[in-house]
């Protein structure tokens, strides 16, 4: 990829994350995947925690924003953070609770509960029934 290329992705990443970070305040923001936020974006993101304001690109006016974070990975940060692949003074910042959800193929027994209320609520949405054959439900149990 050439420079400016990269330059240029790059600064559309940054600006589309200050946007994200902005149209946040004043509310809570998820940030799926916080593992695969790219390095240089951790520090622009560190920031914007530490100090509670933002900076648009271009400009030098600095954006005061209040929200909180909620984040998911599907990598363990502290082993990223041994690799070098994630900034430790982020982590630390992100890392004050920390939820361990199992992923389901080792929670088999939450599968059948979590199907049925999917099939409830698209019931719902769509206006139809659907009731799973003893078939289905035996395939749920895989």
Do not use: W
Request: glycine share 2%.
């Amino acid at each position: 990829m050439s420079t400016e290329l990269s330059r240029s992705l790059y600064a559309k990443i940054e600006y589309i994350s200050c946007r994200i970070i902005e149209a946040a305040n004043g509310s809570t923001l998820f940030l799926d995947e916080i593992n695969s936020l790219p390095y240089v974006l951790q520090g622009k993101l560190l920031t914007a925690l530490e100090t509670k304001t933002i900076q648009r690109i271009g400009s030098v006016e600095y954006i005061k924003v209040d929200f909180r974070l909620i984040t998911a990975a599907n990598r363990d940060l502290a082993e990223i953070v041994a690799l070098g692949e994630f900034r430790a003074d982020l982590y630390y910042r992100l890392n004050v609770v920390n939820i361990y959800i199992p992923p389901l193929r080792e929670r088999k027994e939450d599968i059948v509960p979590l199907a049925n209320t999917f099939i409830e609520y698209l019931e719902k949405q769509y206006d139809r029934q659907k009731i799973l054959s003893n078939k289905e439900y035996k395939q749920l149990h895989v």
